[in-house]
């Protein structure tokens, strides 16, 4: 977020945190839709373990 606010000075945080949920649910949606397409099913096993 600090990167954002730097490149933006204009955007407020609140603004930068909502901007920055919705990239990480694209990313999401996309990882989602591509590993449906590959016939992916992600194991129930947390990712840090």
Do not use: C, F, N, W
């Not at 977020?1 to 204009?10: I, K, N, R, S, V």
């Not at 919705?22 to 992916?40: E, F, N, P, Q, V």
């Amino acid at each position: 977020m600090a990167a954002l606010l730097h490149d933006y000075p204009a955007i407020s945080r609140d603004m930068a945190t909502t901007v920055l949920d919705g990239d990480a649910t694209l990313l999401y949606a996309s990882i989602s839709i591509a590993l449906d397409k590959i016939g992916h099913v992600p194991s129930e096993r947390p990712l840090h373990a």
